[in-house]
Antibody, heavy 121, light 108 residues
């Protein structure tokens, strides 16, 4: 059974940093592209970032580019999102989602439940 | 960046057909994906590549796309189909993804 469990969320002041983790199991993690997606009650879903299967290629939404860094540890089957210079508008539930194998784009065929990030003074 | 527009809500009686539209300039050249999200749960992929249904998704879910509009159809909607539905696609580079604002489907 595919499982994606995000952790590392919390409350942080504007300008602060957080590192999110997503523990994956139930599939060959090293073969799949992986994504972070966030969700706010008022604005729905927003794609944040993706990494290819070996971490050599990444992409970011314009609103987080230069502040967030996606990475992965295939040996530990874990996906990460390093978030710096956080803003109030980054407040959301952050979920990891599985992409596909090989050339993108792929749909997100499995999602985790997410971890809450609150940015507030 | 690309944008996708969905109606905020759709209501249908049990057994009737619900149609959810998604409009966007990227859709003529990019695939549409549809996700179902029930309250408190993670989204579930129900349609990919415009009209393909993942394993385990009931046949009453179907998708189509023409021009700048994609449509998710629930034929014979069930009470358990009540959820928020999101369309998604990629931008012109195929490397960034965008979601519609979501449509709340009520079956009553």
């Amino acid at each position: 059974e595919v499982q994606l469990v995000a952790s590392g969320g919390g409350s942080v002041q504007p300008g602060g940093s957080l590192r999110l983790s997503c523990a994956a199991s139930g599939f060959t993690f090293s073969s799949y592209w992986m994504h972070w997606v966030r969700q706010t009650p008022g604005k729905g879903l927003m794609w944040v970032s993706r990494t290819n299967s070996d971490g050599s290629s990444t992409s970011y939404a314009d609103s987080v580019k230069g502040r967030f860094t996606i990475s992965r540890d295939n040996a530990e089957t874990t996906l990460y999102l390093e978030m710096n210079n956080l803003r109030a508008e980054d407040t959301a539930v952050y979920s990891c989602a599985r992409g596909g194998v090989g050339t993108a784009p792929h749909p997100f065929d499995y999602w985790g439940l997410g971890t809450m990030v609150t940015v507030s003074s | 960046s690309s944008e996708l527009t969905q109606p905020p809500s759709v209501s249908v009686s049990p057994g009737q057909t619900a149609r959810i539209t998604c409009s966007g300039d990227a859709l003529p050249t990019k695939y549409a994906y549809w996700y179902q999200q029930k309250s408190g749960q993670a989204p579930v992929l129900v349609i990919y590549e415009d009209n393909k249904r993942p394993s385990g998704i009931p046949e009453r879910f179907s998708g189509s796309s023409s021009g700048t509009m994609a449509t998710l159809t629930i034929s014979g909607a069930q009470v358990e189909d009540e959820a928020d539905y999101y369309c998604s696609t990629t931008d012109s580079s195929g490397d960034q993804y965008v979601f519609g604002g979501g449509t709340k489907v009520t079956v009553l």
